[in-house]
């Protein structure tokens, strides 16, 4: 295998990678009740909230049940 496709293919990896890191939900295209069933189910995300922002939701409790 040459160096040059060496190269490419970690170039090509490396940029995979960076892509799919930043890959984040959208908040301004989803609606309340999605973006609630999202945090729900895993817990905590990362969501878009604005052009160049971002912001870490987490659930109120670690563990499935709802402390009334």
């Known amino acids: 295998m040459s160096i040059r496709r060496i190269a490419l293919t970690s170039a090509a990896v490396t940029l995979a990678f960076t892509i799919l890191a930043q890959a984040r939900p959208d908040t301004r295209a989803m609606t309340c ?26 659930r109120r409790y670690s563990n499935a049940c709802d402390w009334s």
Do not use: E, F, K, R
């Open 33 to 58: 009740q999605q973006t609630q069933a999202l945090i729900q189910s895993q817990g905590s995300a990362v969501l878009t909230t604005g052009p160049n922002t971002y912001a870490l939701y987490v």
